[in-house]
């Protein structure tokens, strides 16, 4: 049986501090001087290149920048940079308050976020309002690619994509914000597949990359490594099943991951995850539902790991939707336990497809 206590590390906050948006301020961070003083602004020298290759690790870009909107989206439009940042945040309003809406609007918490500036007062006040913000002087500029926090482990083939799935969910935004009617009946329109299958070794980058980067919705808030993940996989004693969804907008990429533990009678998920960026969807019920039907099967018991942390709430309750009842609690660990006895078909608005 593999350790799956040994070198486990819970939660985010024991690890290296993970980077998934840096937040640009625009005069004189992003370009040389300030655009309503002087509209022949120039370019920062290495600004292009940062910019492209954050984009090219995966890491997401936005702005928060005191300016008239209108002019900066302009002059960056002019730069070719506008498609870069999502979210923008060009207005009036506090640094503080703008990345609080960036990191609102991209779904991802405030300690995945790095704020560029060039002015102490600034640097300051998000350091004071927002201490989780890992703060960079402009001035450091230049040193900012070679830095830990901006090197992801791997660069996968989702960590390549990522900015244009988001503009893709973007697009899904505001469907539904146009769309009259009930939630299901726009999920309908989406045309969403689910694709199930067991986690191959092309897989496990992105594998390891949603366990360190999944906070909100980690059951167990714990971290694998790539060559635990590959021992889970060429276990017999391990399901290691990862998803991925489409629709018609576009592909998710691979967005949910669960580690069954079986043994002869019983089979305990120690890990089920999922991306934020499908909270909406249904997915995490889903895969549950499809993991319960294998046990049933099995003629096995179906038991599950929780461990509550501080954001990690929505996992709970998608165990108890599923089915799932407390049955025992070790310390910080809740055992939960799956009856077999109501196994929900997946929602009319997705398409399962199952690869063995």
């Not at 580690?259 to 120690?270: G, I, R």
Request: hydrophobic fraction near 40%; include cysteine.
């Amino acid at each position: 049986m593999i350790d799956l206590t040994s070198e486990r590390i819970k939660s985010q906050e024991q690890e290296q501090k993970t980077i998934k948006c840096v937040v640009w301020d625009l005069d004189n961070t992003l370009w040389n001087g300030i655009l309503l003083e002087n509209d022949q602004i120039s370019l920062h020298s290495h600004a292009a290149r940062i910019i492209t290759t954050l984009d090219s690790r995966g890491i997401l870009q936005s702005i928060a920048s005191k300016n008239e909107r209108s002019l900066a989206m302009a002059k960056l439009r002019e730069m070719g940079l506008d498609e870069y940042f999502l979210y923008p945040q060009i207005n009036w309003n506090s640094k503080a308050a703008s990345i609080k809406e960036i990191a609102k609007s991209i779904n991802i918490s405030l300690d995945a976020i790095a704020f560029i500036d060039d002015q102490q007062f600034e640097l300051e006040e998000v350091n004071f309002s927002l201490p989780e913000v890992l703060c960079i002087d402009a001035a450091k500029l230049d040193d900012l690619l070679d830095m830990p926090e901006m090197n992801p482990r791997f660069i996968t083939e989702d960590s390549q994509l990522r900015r244009l799935m988001y503009i893709n969910d973007i697009e899904r935004q505001n469907a539904e914000k146009e769309f009259v009617g009930a939630q299901e009946d726009f999920l309908v329109t989406l045309n969403m597949t689910l694709t199930i299958s067991y986690a191959k070794e092309e897989d496990l980058q992105r594998a390891e990359e949603l366990t360190v980067r999944t906070n909100q919705l980690n059951a167990t808030g714990y971290t694998y490594s790539y060559s635990e993940l590959n021992q889970f996989r060429l276990s017999n004693q391990h399901k290691l099943l990862i998803a991925g969804l489409d629709d018609k907008y576009g592909s998710y990429g691979k967005i949910g991951l669960a580690l069954v533990e079986c043994d002869e009678s019983v089979w305990t998920l120690k890990l089920l995850l999922m991306s934020c960026r499908v909270m909406s969807r249904g997915v995490g019920a889903v895969l549950l539902n499809y993991i319960t039907s294998l046990a049933k099967d099995r003629n096995v018991r179906l038991l599950a790991d929780f461990v509550s942390t501080e954001r990690n709430r929505m996992m709970y309750i998608t165990y108890k939707f599923a089915g799932f009842k407390e049955i025992e609690k070790r310390g910080d660990l809740v055992i939960l336990e799956n009856n077999l006895m109501r196994i929900q078909p997946p929602p009319d608005y997705m398409k399962v497809q199952v690869i063995d």
